[in-house]
């Protein structure tokens, strides 16, 4: 199984009381850090950023594509995190189809808690 680098580094805090910073660059370090360290497994998110990891390790979708799912997953945990541009960048397809993904995932979002 492959973990290319992401173009951004995702930087969590995971943990009730004293959170533990994470630095997260490839989809094999999220797999890792969703099922090993990740308390708020309970939501749909997490469970696609499980199978979003397993996929892009398996070379079936893009690693900037788990990127996301994994920041989604942050997102409805509500853990802080931040992206940092990361200094070994992927190719610009797969950057650009990571941007797509980013907006259609926020356009939901909003559809969502529109209704």
């Known amino acids: 199984m492959k ?5 951004k580094v995702v930087w969590l805090e995971i943990g009730d009381g004293n ?3 994470i630095r997260v660059s490839n ?3 999220a797999a890792e850090c969703l099922l ?7 939501n749909r998110a997490y469970k696609h950023a499980v199978m979003g990891c397993s996929r892009a390790l398996k070379g ?3 690693d900037e594509i788990a990127r996301i799912f994994l ?3 942050a997102k ?3 853990y802080s995190f931040t992206v940092t ?3 070994n960048s992927v190719s610009k397809l797969e950057a650009e189809i990571a941007a797509i993904t980013d907006q259609l995932l926020a356009a939901e979002r909003a559809q969502i808690s529109a209704h």
């Open 19 to 21: 959170p533990t910073r």
């Open 27 to 29: 989809s094999r370090q």
């Open 60 to 62: 079936l979708i893009s």
């Open 36 to 42: 090993e360290r990740w308390s708020r497994k309970n």
């Open 3 to 7: 973990a290319a680098e992401w173009s």
């Open 76 to 78: 409805q945990a509500n």
């Open 71 to 73: 920041v989604e997953a």
């Open 85 to 87: 541009k990361n200094e």
